[in-house]
């Protein structure tokens, strides 16, 4: 009985070991043994904050950078709280409400998990 894994991608079980890492020959995944594998939302996005912690619909984050916001009369300053975000593809992959600033779309390496 072999102690390899199934696939953490497709639950193959047909997955082999090459040198260090596993490798599934069904879809192509390559992982690292014992490797922690990050969630993922309904549609398969990975979204990861400034500390390399997984990020989830309906999570409140923390601005950790002060940014400048196009049209708007202030920036949007350091340890802004921003509550209920929903993930999307794209560059600007956080779409939110902000109170004061409205809706608006942030990148995911400006915030934390709060």
């Known amino acids: 009985m072999s102690d390899i894994p199934h696939c953490p991608e497709c639950d193959s079980e047909y997955a082999y070991e090459d040198r260090d890492m596993l490798v599934c020959p069904d879809c192509g995944h390559e992982w690292i043994a014992g490797e922690e594998v990050a969630e993922t939302s309904s549609d398969g996005l990975v979204v990861l904050d400034a500390n390399g912690n997984a990020l989830a619909d ?57």
């Open 58 to 114: 309906g999570d409140d984050v923390t601005v950790v950078k002060g940014l400048k916001v196009k049209g708007a009369q202030s920036d949007l300053k350091v340890g802004t709280k921003v509550k209920g975000i929903r993930l999307c593809g794209g560059d600007h992959n956080i779409d939110c409400k902000i109170t004061g600033f409205g809706a608006m779309k942030l990148k995911s390496e400006f915030v934390k998990k709060a």
